[in-house]
C-alpha cells in the first residue's frame, strides 16, 4: 500500500509569490491534515479536510488556504508569500477523523522564501 | 486552551540504556495521545496510540502511558538502540475529529 505522498520536495520561492503543494493520501483514506513544522514554533496545525470540507482550522491568516478533490487528494496555497513562511509542510492521512486513528504522514514539502 | 510541553528537549544516552520521555498537557479533557517519531528532515511515523480510556500501550521495546488526571504521558524505551536516534513528540486530541496539537519534542541520542 503506497504512503502519503508530497510534491514538490523542496521548493524556493521570493516574497509576495504565491505557492501550491500537494498531497496524495494512503488509498481509501479521506481525511488529510496539512501542518507547518517550523524551529522556532514546532508542529503547528493548518487545516482539515474531510469529504472535500474543511473541518478543522488553525490559527493561520487567510494567506494560507486549502482544498481537497473528490478523490481525497488536497492542495495547500500560500498567497503573497512572506520570509516567515519558510518552512516544512506536513500533510497526514488518515481513514476517518484525525483526533481518533493513527495519522499517517508524508515526507513533507520544504518551502524557503527569499 | 491545550499546551503540550516535552521534558527534556533533547537527551543524550549510551547504547543499552533504558529511557524515558515525558510529555505534559494542560486540558485533562482529551480523546486520545499519540507518540511520533521524526527523523531528521523527514515525515512523522507512528509509534503508539492511547486513547483516553486506556492506561497504557505496548510496541516491541516501546511502552507508553496515559495518566489523564495529571495531564502526564510518558514514553518508555528499553535497551536504546543507535536507530532509536530521532526526535520523538507527543500530540492529543480534545475529541476523535478535533484537531491535533504536538508537543515540541524531545531530541534523542543514542551514542553506540
Known amino acids: 500500500k503506497a504512503g502519503v505522498t508530497q510534491t514538490p520536495r523542496y521548493l524556493i520561492k521570493t516574497r509576495g509569490q504565491q505557492v501550491t503543494l500537494s498531497c496524495s493520501p494512503i488509498?481509501?483514506?479521506?481525511?488529510v491534515s496539512w501542518y507547518q513544522q517550523t524551529p522556532g514554533q514546532g508542529l503547528q496545525f493548518l487545516f482539515e479536510?474531510?469529504?472535500?470540507?474543511?473541518?478543522n482550522k488553525g490559527n493561520f491568516p487567510g494567506r494560507f488556504s486549502g482544498r481537497q478533490f473528490s478523490n481525497s487528494r488536497s492542495e495547500m496555497n500560500v498567497s503573497t508569500l512572506e520570509l516567515g513562511d519558510s518552512a516544512l509542510y506536513l500533510c497526514?492521512?488518515?481513514?476517518?477523523?484525525?483526533?481518533?486513528?493513527?495519522?499517517?504522514f508524508g515526507p513533507g514539502t520544504r518551502l524557503l522564501v527569499l | 486552551k491545550q499546551e503540550v510541553t516535552q521534558i527534556p528537549a533533547a537527551l543524550s544516552v549510551p547504547e543499552g540504556e533504558n529511557l524515558v520521555l515525558n510529555c505534559s498537557f494542560t486540558?485533562?479533557?482529551?480523546?486520545?495521545l499519540q507518540w511520533f517519531r521524526q527523523d531528521p528532515g523527514k515525515g512523522l511515523t507512528s509509534l503508539l496510540l492511547?486513547?483516553?480510556?486506556?492506561r497504557e500501550q505496548t510496541s516491541g521495546r516501546l511502552n507508553a502511558s496515559l495518566d489523564k488526571s495529571s495531564g502526564r504521558s510518558t514514553l518508555y524505551i528499553a535497551a536504546s538502540q543507535p536507530g532509536d536516534s530521532a526526535t520523538y513528540l507527543c500530540?492529543?486530541?480534545?475529541?476523535?475529529?478535533?484537531?491535533?496539537?504536538f508537543g515540541p519534542g524531545t531530541s534523542l541520542s543514542v551514542i553506540p
Open positions: 497526514a492521512s488518515s481513514l476517518i477523523a484525525l483526533g481518533q486513528e493513527t495519522q499517517y
Open positions: 488509498s481509501g483514506h479521506r481525511s
Open positions: 479536510y474531510f469529504s472535500e470540507t474543511q473541518r
Open positions: 486540558d485533562s479533557a482529551i480523546y486520545n
Open positions: 492511547i486513547q483516553s480510556s486506556q
Open positions: 500530540a492529543v486530541s480534545r475529541t476523535s475529529y478535533d484537531k491535533v496539537i
